[in-house]
């Protein structure tokens, strides 16, 4: 397979994260028989520096050429003054919706070595391994939006609206997903205020009907919030609409209490994903090479098993990133000891990779 993979490094430690995950994809390459082909673009503040756009129209048509997309993140100070339109933040919405984009994948798992970096008790943490399916383009951030004046000062509104078919797609995937897992959903909703949280019940139950081996539980997203705090381990899948799950999957990445190791894909009708460590372009850092970038290798697993269906490659990384944690090769913000700097982590678990079999000649 010669799959070509687009890499946007984007800004800050983006660049930084993104080349050793192209360190890992490569060794998969060598050691599966695979030729990735890789196109190196610009995306947020780097491609506006370039060209004034966050991302050029070019770029978005490489990416619908091509097989899966590598993001590392975008944005920092530079161009925090900017209007709106332009700022680096812009070019994720546009390669979102140039690419319809609909589904956020965001898994979340506790590394038995890494139970003390969260801030809850490690018997809190025991056994979670749950998957965010949130939706991604509807809802109340994208619907209409609009101020106006009354007698008593001003008004402000923003509508929430969800057609059947966006609920229902993105439902469909969670159940799928389950299936390939632990067999539970839980559709995460507020039924009891919204209408549209109505409609998606209706829709989760009439999915839940055609797969009779995945069980659905409907949950209120407030005591949701809580139960990941309590009790997470009791989770399997979780599949929510777009706010909701916008604040659920930053609460369960504090759960993990390590930013630098959390993937994520973004998935849509057809095969092209966006697969992105969760953190941002932390310009604290940046230049330093000290960025963990086990959350941007762990996203190529999820690059492997969504977009090009290679499950023994995604899981020799995911093998490899397990090694790297358990010899305790981790960068300064998990290191208990001797820190390795972030192409140390990288090459470590290309490394392992290579090692875990014969490479192909
Ligand atoms: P951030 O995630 O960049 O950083 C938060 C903290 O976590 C910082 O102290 C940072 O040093 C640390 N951190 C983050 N990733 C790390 C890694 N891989 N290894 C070690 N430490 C890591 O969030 P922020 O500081 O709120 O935002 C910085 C910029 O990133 C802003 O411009 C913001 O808009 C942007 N941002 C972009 C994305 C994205 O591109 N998807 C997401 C979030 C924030």
């Known amino acids: ?28 390459g060598a050691r599966f028989g695979h030729g990735f082909r890789y196109e190196p673009r610009l995306i947020g503040g780097a491609s506006i520096d370039d060209d004034g756009m966050p991302l050029a129209d070019e770029t978005l048509a490489v990416c619908k050429e091509s097989h899966a997309v590598i993001l590392g993140a975008v944005g920092g100070p530079k161009w925090d003054g900017l209007p709106g339109a332009l700022r680096p933040e812009k070019g994720l919405l ?13 898994p979340v798992t506790v590394h038995p070595l890494l139970t003390d970096r969260s801030p809850l008790k490690a018997e809190r943490l025991e056994n979670v391994d749950l998957l965010f399916v949130r939706e991604l383009t509807g809802g109340v951030y994208f ?3 609009r101020r106006d004046e009354t007698a008593r000062g001003a008004r402000a509104f923003d509508a929430l609206t969800y057609e059947e078919y966006e609920i229902e797609r993105v439902v469909r995937l969670a159940f799928r ?8 959903v839980t559709s995460v909703d507020k039924a009891n205020v919204l209408e549209t949280s109505r409609l998606w019940r209706e ?29 997470a381990s009791s989770f399997d899948v979780v ?9 659920l999957t930053d609460e ?46 762990l996203s190529v697993a999820m690059m492997l098993r969504h977009s ?7 899981l020799a990384v995911e093998a490899a990133v397990d090694a790297a944690v358990r010899e305790g090769v981790l960068t300064a913000d998990l290191a208990r000891t001797h820190a390795r700097s972030t192409s140390e982590v990288g090459s470590y678990v290309a490394r392992r990779i290579l090692e875990s079999g014969a490479a192909y000649s």
């Open 308 to 314: 090009l269906a290679l499950h023994d490659e995604a």
């Open 203 to 231: 829709v989760a139950d009439r999915v839940a009907r055609e797969h009779a081996a995945v069980t659905l539980e409907h949950q209120l997203v407030d005591s949701c919030a809580m139960r990941l705090l309590t009790h």
């Open 177 to 184: 997903l389950a299936g390939q897992r632990k067999n539970k």
């Open 1 to 28: 397979m010669n799959p070509t993979i687009v890499l946007l490094g984007g800004d800050g430690i983006g660049p930084e994260v993104v080349a050793e995950a192209v360190k890992v994809l490569t060794a998969v």
């Open 143 to 145: 619907g209409e939006k």
């Open 239 to 247: 599949v929510t609409e777009n706010m909701f799950g916008d604040i």
């Open 252 to 297: 369960g990445a504090a759960l993990v209490g390590s930013l630098g190791m959390m993937p994520s894909a973004s998935l849509g009708d057809s095969s092209v994903g966006v697969y992105e460590p969760i953190h941002g372009s932390a310009p604290d850092i940046a230049g330093k090479g000290i960025a963990n970038p086990l959350g941007t290798v």
């Open 94 to 106: 546009a390669l979102r919706k140039g690419l319809g984009l609909w589904a956020n994948l965001r």
